[in-house]
RNA sequence: GCGCCCAUAGCUCAGCUGGAUAGAGCGUCUGACUACGGAUCAGAAGGUCGGGUGUUCGAAUCAUCCUGGGCGCGCCA
């Protein structure tokens, strides 16, 4: 059997070499029951020299076998040495198995990822299951702010990783537009127009919402409605209005920003239409069926602390309110219902003390916790060069997310949010994100794809046909630049599927950049479009190759891939 | 006080879920096209992976303790 004949031409080399060595591994150890049987993990080895693969399965196995593992790295690399589309195999240190292959086995898979297209790294890992990706969820009480772009940027990228991985995903919005935050939402607008038609003379309270946006819609409710909403009487009874207005115009002020930033959720669900139809009614319905409430102190009570909280928790109040807490476990038991497999959600980290509640409280209700994920993402730092950048939402000075985009632009910023592990720190740096230099990691990016564009161009300008297919002689790609590239190439799907696995986005914006770097100092040494045909069109394969996949790793970032800069 | 997250080069951070001599960008220093875009490239210097103990063939990675920082601990959302 020809180790590149697979029936899926768009398998990446390491599983391919690895299914190599399970055949071998299971040849070996026949005897051995298959489920104590380490799994086989190929890998880059830490130096080129040893290879293009390595495995440490003998060392495993060692375990296992009760052998020494250099011994059965000897046997493994026998058998692996015997196919003749593997140029070599070595035994190194401890135990390793470096597989080499011939310079025709890369070309050959470049040739398949070329004709792949932008489709390379797509994947079937996820088997169409069903993820819902929840994510910003930001109360309409105020614009988005920098803290939320991470969220937004986090979550719409890994909506869009999943979806390369092979899962069927929906993203989604949830609206917390009940509870008193609305009512505060209210009145404070409320306020804003009575000082606007000069009733009120004290000052602006502080338990008010205190950003300017609030004066800004003060001022357009009069323009609709002049003074009639004035009523010094009963300001009670036009509260609702001031309400559902504020939260509307607010919510589509979200949408464009999010619009702004390249993000189009698939649902918005509101917190509100929960309270409304029922759903929050019938999940306390049924916490009380299973036995899963308990009254105390007049209120209702979840006992969490059964499954690992710190407390118990709250789900109605004595004064009959029921808690954000109960429309929560209303809201993922309407997801459980809407039949997805996995619930991921984007929370900022300073809700994490939230998670173990909400575990408990889905776990209550017959949905298995470890179908619920919650990515935490930390803070961010907003700096202007060494500067720290002023920030209280209290006081109502925080920078918007649509500043942050207006100054920087959507690229940048969804870059920059996406450079790090999303339960790590980040600082980021206004002047950086703008910068038109060399210290912006965007445009490094960016410009590798943009020379790849302008070498096509100036190929097509001196008359040279750009290849549509790599169906002909690749075999002058033999410099180690050129492996190197292909190499990189191949393992593009398992970025994909590691950062879909594991919910990290940043793994692409490192790949990308790795790749743009190989792809700038290969441009540096050896010229594309030369005299010699066979060498250009061969090359001029590889770069589009290369095009190809610096976009679509963008794409997975929401990051635009410019032909020209 | 309890819980969660973090600690890696001067700075900002990766490290492919336990592998070989720990990497990148920025900054610093030295260099590179009269050719496909110099927003680029080549090279150098820079480390007790916060500290201790443990687990094993093998630890930045796992366990545990300590130190230091962030966050959370409401009948708020």
């Not at 070595?90 to 297209?117: E, H, K």
């Not at 719409?156 to 939402?185: C, F, H, P, W």
């Not at 339960?423 to 994100?433: I, M, Q, R, V, Y």
Request: proline share 4%; with cysteine; glycine share 8%.
């Amino acid at each position: 059997m020809g180790l590149f004949r697979s029936h899926r031409t768009w398998v990446h080399m390491r599983n391919l070499i690895r299914t190599c060595l399970e055949e071998a591994v299971g040849h070996l150890a026949a005897d051995v029951a298959a489920d104590i049987l380490p799994e086989v993990v190929v890998e880059p080895p830490r130096d080129r020299q040893f290879g293009d693969f390595a495995s440490n399965i003998a060392m495993q196995l060692a375990r296992v076998l009760k052998r020494n593992p250099r011994d059965i790295a000897v046997e493994l690399a026998a058998m692996l040495g015997e196919r003749e589309d593997i140029a070599a195999v070595d035994v190194a240190g401890p135990g390793f198995i470096n597989i080499t292959l011939p310079p025709s086995a890369w070309t050959g898979q470049l040739r398949r990822i070329f004709q792949r297209g932008t489709r390379w790294g797509e994947d079937e890992g996820g088997r169409g299951r069903r993820v819902m990706v929840e994510f910003v969820s930001a109360n309409p009480t105020g614009p988005l702010h920098i803290g939320h772009g991470r969220g937004a940027a986090v979550g719409d990228s890994l909506v869009r990783i999943l979806r390369k991985a092979g899962y069927t995903v929906i993203s989604e919005y949830y609206i917390n537009d009940a509870g008193n935050q609305m009512e505060t939402l209210g009145r404070s607008l409320q306020r804003r127009y009575l000082e606007l038609a000069g009733e009120i003379n004290e000052s602006y309270p502080e338990t008010y919402y205190q950003g300017e946006y609030l004066v800004d819609l003060a001022r357009r409710l009069r323009e609709e409605r002049g003074t009639e909403l004035v009523d010094p009487t009963d300001p009670d009874a036009s509260l609702p209005l001031f309400t559902e207005y504020a939260g509307r115009l607010i919510l589509d002020g979200i949408s464009d920003d999010l619009a702004a930033f390249g993000i189009r959720f698939d649902n918005w669900t509101s917190e509100k239409q929960l309270f409304e139809d029922g759903r929050v009614d019938r999940l306390i319905a049924e916490l009380r069926e299973r036995g899963q409430l308990y009254e105390q102190d007049g209120a209702l009570w979840f006992p969490a602390s059964r499954m690992g909280d710190e407390k118990d928790r709250v789900v109605v109040r004595s004064n009959g309110v029921k808690t954000y807490f109960a429309s929560d476990i209303a809201y993922h038991r309407d997801k459980d219902e809407r039949g997805f497999d996995v619930m991921v959600d984007v929370w900022g980290a300073d809700h994490h003390g939230y998670v173990p509640r909400l575990a408990a409280a889905l776990q209550a209700v017959g949905i298995d916790s470890a179908r619920f994920v919650v990515i935490l993402v930390q803070l961010v730092s907003l700096m202007r060069g060494e500067q720290p950048v002023a920030m209280s939402t209290r006081a109502g000075q925080f920078v918007t997310l649509r500043e942050v985009i207006d100054e920087v632009g959507k690229d940048a910023a969804r870059f920059f949010f996406l450079m790090r592990r999303p339960d790590s720190h980040l600082d980021f740096d206004l002047e950086l994100a703008k910068s038109q230099s060399n210290e912006n990691p965007v445009y490094y990016v960016q410009y590798a794809h943009a020379r790849i564009c302008s070498i096509l161009r100036t190929a097509a300008e001196k008359g040279v046909a750009i290849p549509q297919t790599a169906a002909f002689d690749l075999s002058s790609l033999h410099l180690e630049e050129e492996l190197e590239l292909i190499r990189k190439l191949d393992a593009f799907p398992v970025v994909v599927e590691t950062a879909a696995a594991v919910f990290e986005p940043h793994r692409v914006s490192y790949y990308v950049s790795e790749l743009a770097a190989l792809f700038h100092s290969y441009y540096n040494r050896h010229r594309v479009v030369s005299e010699d045909g066979a060498v250009t069109a061969a090359r001029l394969v590889l770069v589009q190759a290369v095009r190809n996949i610096l976009q679509s790793g963008l794409e997975l970032l929401g990051v635009d891939a410019p032909e020209s800069m």
